[in-house]
Structure formats: C-alpha cells, structure tokens
C-alpha cells in the first residue's frame, strides 16, 4: 500500500495574534513557545516535574517517567488526588468563595432561562464530600467501577469528582446513548452501580434517564444499586432495595470527606469510544498524569486567567467534557460555565443570548455546531453582544476554512484568536494546538505540537515524510495523559496503536505539514479515498465544497469504481434560500476541480437535508458509503442520532 496522500487544498490566510493578547497571555512569542517547547522534548522529565509540581501531592514521585514501549508510567511511586487538586487545593489557595461552576438549565420562557445555578469552590466541595460519603454508604469501594448516565447538570461533575476522591474509576455514558448502549458498557467495565436522573431536559423536550436504565438492566443483573437524581419530575419506577433518591442518599451525610490518596498509575476513569471493529473500546486513564497533562493544556491552550469565564459546550459525556469541562478547568481554578440543553432551543440564538448574559470570555465548541449556526444564518448572532469573548476554541474534527472564517469574523469579531485543538479519546489532553498567545494561526490547521508532543508524518516504516506529503500521524514519545490501555481487552490496545508503524503510536489519522511545519488533518486513513491513484482526504473534499456559497454542510466517501478503483460521492446539504438543480451540481463539481483538481470531481452528488450522524455529531460515513453504493443500509446504526435521515438519503437525488 502506498503511504503517500495527495494533498492539494491550499490555505494562504495566516491570522496573528494582537499584541494586546501575547502581552497578557501566559506565553508571548513564538520564540518563547519554541524556547518552551524544545527543553520539554529535550528534557521531557525535568519539563513535566516542573508542571506537576504546581499541583499537590501526598507523596512526590520516585521516577517521573518510566517507559517500556507502549506501557508508560508516570510520576512512578507518587500519590496524589485529582478532586482534592480540583478543590481542596483551591480553596487552600483562596479560591473558596470564588465561582466554580455556573449553571444554565435549558427551560426557557418569556426571554430568560428558568434556571441559573452557582457554585463556589467551597460550595463545591461540600456537594462532592456528602455525595462521596453517600456512595461510600451504598458500598462503593475504592477500585469499583460507578456508572454515571446524566444530564448535563452541575450534579454530573458532582459525581465524577465525588468518584475520584474515594477512589472508584467512573464510566460516564453520554445521555443519548440508548439502552443497549448502557447494557454493553455496564457489563464490559463489571459495575455494580449507576447514578442516573429521572430524566434531563433537551430540545424543548425531556429525555427519559432513568426508563433507559431500567431498560438496560433488564439484560443484566450486576447492578446492586442505582442512585436517581430527581430533575424533571417525570415519574420513573423505583425498584425496591435496588433503587435510592439522590436526596435521600445525600441525606444526613456529612460533608467532610478525606480524598484517598490514590496512586498514580491507579484507574481514574473508564471511557467508551467506537472503534473501527464495531465493539466499544474502554478506554482507561489513569491518575497522575492525565491530571498533569490535562491541567497544564487547559492553562496554555486556553491561556486560563484570573477573571475568565470559561465555556466548553462539550457533553460530560465525551473525553472533551471529562478533560476540559471538569477536571483541566477546574484544576485551573477558573469559572466553568455548565449549559444543560441543545444549541438550539429554543432557536439558534441561545448561545449567543448565554455568552452575552454570563460573559463568557472563552469559548469552546465544534465544527458541526459551527457549521449548524452558518447555515441558520447571522440573524440569530446579529442580536447579542459577543465582546466578552477573547479565545475561542475548535475540537472533534478538522475545521473546514470557511467555518473556520465565519468563525473568526461574526463570532470572534476578528479580534479572538482561535484554537484549533486536535487530540483524541485516547490522548486524554490537546496534542497538537496553537498556544494563542504565540501561534500565527492558518484557518483549517491544529498548527504545532503542545508541549512535550512528538508529532510527525510519517509512512508505514515509520520514515518521516517532507512538507505537504500526506502520510500517517504519530507520535513518537509517551506523554503524561496517555491512554494506559483497553479495560478488559489489553491485547488490543498493542494491536491497535501500536503496530501499524514500528515503535511509534498511530493515531487512525493522516495528515500533512506545510512548510511551516504545520499539521493539516485530513481525516481518519480509513476516510482516505484513492481515485485514480490519488489518496484523497475527504476532508479536504468536503471544505472544497463548503467553500461554496450555496453549502452548509457536505460529506463525501469513497465508492468502488471500475475505472479509478475508487469515486466519490459527495453528500451536499445546502443553506437555506438555495435550491438543488443541475446547474449547481455542475458548478460544485467544477469547485472541486478547481479547488483540489479534475480528477477528484465526484461521480455522485446528492443533495440532501441531513447527514447521518452519531450523537456527537461524528458524520457515520459508512452510512454514507452504503447509501451511496446503492445497496441499502446494511450495517450497525445503533449509535445513529436521527433515523429518519437514512430513509430519506436513500431517497435523495443522485447524480
Ligand atoms: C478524532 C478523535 C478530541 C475530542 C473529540 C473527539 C478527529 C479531533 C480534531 C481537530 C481535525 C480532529 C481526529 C481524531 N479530530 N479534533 N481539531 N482537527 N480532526 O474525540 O472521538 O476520540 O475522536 O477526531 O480524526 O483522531 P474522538
């Protein structure tokens, strides 16, 4: 197989940061961020220890790092808790009045939200301290696996922190997910218990948490208990001795809790993320380090100052929600602003209305919720004031230029830099990031590597490959917030990441660097095509084509092909006020000629009204390929948000 991906998207825009920013942000220059960035590869223990000492621990480490490819240990022999560094450490620092969490439920009437909650640190802690003793209570123990399904409110970080400072690892199920769902991941990590809620609020609607729950266990019977947070009000089933009320739970528990001082190597969290087999993979990390990787990304990605009010829309339910809403942030002391609901409820104006009333300063979000809000339209924007705002962020997937622009311009002002962050489930903190006080930065590129980040292009040998040839993503040393393996499956984690280049990691993702050495991702190498012997990254296809006025979204897949051995078929759904004919698909095709060549115009083009995605908005590009091959949808949709899309795919127009 040939490594080389053709790569022919070009992006001439480079956008500095203002003087104004580098003089107040933690990192100033470019020099200062390569000075810092060459002694932590240099010198990756020396770099990390200083990190770690920053944090408090109950008993420093012996070793900072020991590496026997591909297990890594780190802050070896060192105890330490991550709640107690959340809290206890803040407070011990003065930050016990401070805001820690602000909370906005989704209920909206009469021009307001219904619900606004505020935690300071101290609050915090004492909501962590009675809610862990009442898990002790119900006979979770040190090293069990907790199960938590919950809605995004302030009690799902409740119970992570609650979790981690008694020692038990917490498997976090996003909301959406079904029971079938819950079944398979309770019985893979072996928990005996699940806090849930009687439902949470979404979209206007409620979701019933508790109904799925019951559902689930009906295929199981390791769950002993199952704690229920009384939200909506909706009236659930409680089984009898299996079944508790938070408030009853938290009843009379004091709220005085010692944090176990936990090892480092010890198991902080089990988080499920889809592989390419089908089968969820657990995938484990540890104490120490993520703590440590995780809190210093926050402060330099997101350049954490005293009086930021910080966003990150992320589910609790993804790696996003666990590394940079709850334990990076608040390691950072910062004020972390929670939001129950969807982006558009109840119409695209509520985040824009939310950043305005809480004056958010740092904004975190994705590519589809960007795309989402382009093509609703700036009405919805024009209405609030944005100025809080001065660092905004980008995750989940390459972030096309023209989102990236409308970004930048109707978001940001033109004024906030933005962070294009690429990391993964399994990299538990950014990887590759600018540092915004330092990274001139290009619309659609993560830029450089973060600290202590070995990044590199590279073929299946593991040679690295020049400027703007396409090839594979590793990462060539450990790094602290690694994953430490696969729960229940550690055979997999060295097949899975290990092997494909010789002793390096190997992310799934092909890339290129430009001549200035900066990482464009061109997508998952499984949504690499090869038409005609060209490897093409459907990324890359897919911005070419929202580049075009007349398109919001696009996603396009590889099919077979007799004479190129494989085509393409791009998925197209436009903006509102344009229509599908066929001048437009002529004139998308020849955008594609233009922008990336003649040989990659699609041979399909359909227009439709949505694209078939997971709950987290990860575009099910099998899916896609199966409509697009004309052969019907044959394959697991269990994790599909919307089912009705397939259906009418498979009746859109085809070209
Ligand atoms: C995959 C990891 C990291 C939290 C959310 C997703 C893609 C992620 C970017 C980015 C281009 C990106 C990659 C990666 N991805 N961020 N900024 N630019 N691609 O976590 O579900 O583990 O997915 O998401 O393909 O490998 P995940």
Same mark, same amino acid.
């Given at each position: 197989m040939s490594d080389s991906i053709t790569s022919s998207l070009q992006e001439h825009r480079v956008f500095q940061p203002s003087p104004e920013f580098s003089r107040r942000s933690h990192v100033k220059s470019m020099d200062h961020y390569r000075s810092l960035w060459t002694r932590s590869i240099d010198d990756p223990e020396s770099f990390w220890a200083e990190a770690a000492r920053e944090l408090h621990w109950f008993k420093t480490w012996d070793k900072v790092l020991d590496w026997n490819e591909p297990y890594a240990k780190w802050f070896v022999g060192a105890k330490t808790n991550l709640a107690y560094n959340c809290l206890d450490r803040q407070i011990d620092a003065g930050r016990g009045n401070s805001t820690a969490i602000i909370f906005e439920g989704e209920p909206y009437a009469d021009g307001k939200p219904l619900e606004i909650r505020k935690l300071t640190y101290r609050q915090l802690r004492d909501e962590v301290c009675q809610f862990a003793n009442a898990l002790k209570s119900i006979g979770v123990k040190k090293g069990d696996r907790v199960t938590i399904y919950l809605p995004m409110t302030p009690e799902a970080v409740v119970t992570m922190l609650a979790c981690a400072r008694i020692g038990a690892a917490h498997s976090v199920i996003f909301g959406g997910f079904s029971s079938q769902a819950i079944t398979d991941r309770v019985i893979d990590a072996q928990s005996h218990f699940i806090i849930t809620a009687d439902g949470g609020y979404r979209r206007g609607t409620t979701v019933a948490l508790k109904k799925s729950v019951d559902e689930a266990l009906k295929a199981t019977d390791l769950v002993k208990k199952v704690i229920v947070l009384k939200r909506t009000g909706e009236s659930v089933n409680m089984t009898p001795g299996r079944d508790v009320w938070w408030h009853d739970a938290i009843a009379g528990q004091s709220n005085d809790c010692p944090a176990e001082p936990m090892d480092a190597e010890d198991l902080l969290f089990v988080l499920y993320t889809s592989g390419s087999t089908g089968k969820p993979k657990g995938i484990q990390h540890t104490t120490a380090g993520y703590m440590v990787g995780t809190y210093l990304s926050t402060k330099y990605t997101f350049d954490i100052q005293p009086n930021d009010i910080y966003w990150c829309t992320a589910d609790i339910g993804w790696i996003t929600g666990h590394s940079y809403v709850v334990y990076g942030a608040l390691n950072n002391g910062t004020a972390v602003f929670m939001y129950e609901g969807a982006p558009n409820y109840p119409d695209f104006s509520r985040f824009w209305d939310i950043i305005e009333r809480h004056k958010i300063t740092i904004f975190y979000t994705a590519p589809t919720a960007i795309r989402a809000f382009m093509k609703a339209g700036l009405d919805y924007v024009k209405k609030h004031n944005l100025s809080s705002l001065r660092l905004m962020g980008s995750v989940g997937e390459p972030i096309n230029p023209e989102a990236w622009?409308?970004?930048? %311009?109707?978001? *940001?002002?033109? =004024?906030?830099?933005?962070?294009?962050?690429?990391?993964?489930?399994?990299? #538990? /903190?950014? /990887?590759?990031?600018?540092?915004? @006080?330092?990274?001139?930065?290009?619309?659609?590129?993560?830029?450089?590597? &973060?600290?202590?980040?070995?990044?590199?292009?590279?073929?299946?040998?593991?040679?690295?490959?020049?400027?703007? %040839?396409?090839?594979?993503?590793?990462?060539?040393?450990?790094?602290?917030?690694?994953?430490? *393996?696969?729960?229940?499956?550690?055979?997999?984690?060295?097949?899975?990441?290990? $092997?494909?280049?010789? #002793? /390096?990691?190997?992310? @799934?993702? #092909?890339?290129?660097?430009?001549?200035?050495?900066?990482?464009?991702? /061109?997508? =998952?190498?499984?949504?690499?095509?090869?038409? +005609?012997?060209?490897?093409?990254?459907? !990324?890359?296809?897919?911005?070419?084509?929202?580049?075009?006025?007349?398109?919001?979204?696009?996603?396009?897949? @590889?099919?077979?092909?007799?004479?190129?051995?494989?085509?393409?078929?791009?998925?197209?759904?436009?903006? $509102?006020?344009?229509? !599908?004919?066929?001048?437009?698909?002529?004139?998308? +095709?020849?955008?594609?000629?233009? %922008?990336?060549? $003649? &040989?990659?115009?699609?041979?399909?083009?359909?227009?439709? %009204?949505?694209?078939?995605?997971?709950?987290? @908005?990860?575009?099910?590009?099998?899916?896609?390929?199966?409509?697009?091959?004309?052969?019907?949808?044959?394959?697991?949709?269990?994790?599909?948000?919307? &089912?009705?899309?397939?259906?009418?795919?498979s009746a859109s127009d085809e070209g």
């Open positions: 622009m409308w970004y930048h %311009e109707h978001i *940001g002002s033109s =004024r906030c830099p933005i962070v294009d962050t690429w990391w993964q489930t399994e990299t #538990g /903190m950014h /990887m590759i990031t600018p540092i915004p @006080g330092a990274t001139p930065t290009k619309p659609g590129t993560a830029t450089l590597p &973060f600290f202590g980040v070995d990044a590199a292009i590279v073929d299946r040998n593991g040679n690295e490959l020049g400027p703007n %040839e396409g090839g594979l993503l590793v990462i060539r040393k450990p790094w602290p917030a690694m994953l430490r *393996g696969i729960f229940n499956d550690p055979d997999r984690y060295k097949k899975q990441y290990w $092997s494909d280049v010789p #002793g /390096m990691y190997f992310t @799934g993702d #092909g890339a290129r660097r430009d001549h200035d050495g900066y990482f464009w991702i /061109m997508g =998952r190498v499984d949504d690499v095509v090869n038409v +005609s012997g060209h490897r093409l990254g459907t !990324a890359e296809l897919e911005s070419a084509l929202v580049a075009h006025p007349a398109v919001a979204e696009s996603a396009v897949v @590889g099919i077979p092909h007799e004479m190129k051995g494989q085509g393409l078929a791009a998925f197209v759904i436009l903006k $509102s006020g344009y229509s !599908a004919s066929d001048a437009l698909k002529k004139e998308l +095709s020849d955008q594609i000629a233009r %922008e990336i060549g $003649s &040989f990659a115009r699609p041979d399909q083009i359909r227009f439709a %009204e949505g694209l078939p995605k997971t709950r987290s @908005g990860k575009i099910m590009r099998r899916l896609l390929k199966e409509v697009a091959g004309g052969g019907g949808v044959k394959g697991d949709v269990t994790t599909l948000e919307d &089912f009705n899309v397939i259906a009418k795919l």
